[in-house]
């Protein structure tokens, strides 16, 4: 049974600083892609940034390049989220999702994470 479970969420000022976890359990997904998606209230389901099993390879939404990184460790099966220079409009659920075929489509990603709340204050 694949399970994501997501950490590091909270509560943090404009312009700070935010380090998020999903480990992975059930399998090895070192030769899965592994993303994060956001869920504001009242907004769809927005892709945020994705990387490939190798980890040389990270793709980010516009919003966030520049300020969000996405790694990797396979051996922990493990995906983090660094966010830096948060914005208000970053406040969101935060889920992680795990995919064979990695895309900014969340249809593609079969595995989600329950989430984690990022709440940034002006």
């Known amino acids: 049974q694949v399970q994501l479970v997501e950490s590091g969420g909270g509560l943090v000022q404009a312009g700070g600083s935010l380090r998020l976890s999903c480990a992975a359990s059930?399998?090895?997904?070192?030769?899965?892609?592994m993303a994060w998606f956001r869920q504001a209230p009242g907004k769809e389901r927005e892709f945020v940034a994705t990387i490939r099993w190798s980890g040389e390879n990270a793709y980010y939404a516009d919003s966030v390049q520049g300020r969000f990184t996405i790694s990797r460790d396979n051996a922990k099966n493990t995906v983090y989220l660094q966010m830096n220079s948060l914005k208000p409009e970053d406040t969101a659920v935060y889920y992680c999702a795990v995919s064979i075929v990695g895309s900014r489509s969340s249809s593609t990603y079969p595995y989600w994470g329950q989430g984690t709340q990022v709440t940034v204050s002006s």
């Open positions: 059930g399998r090895t997904f070192s030769s899965y892609a």
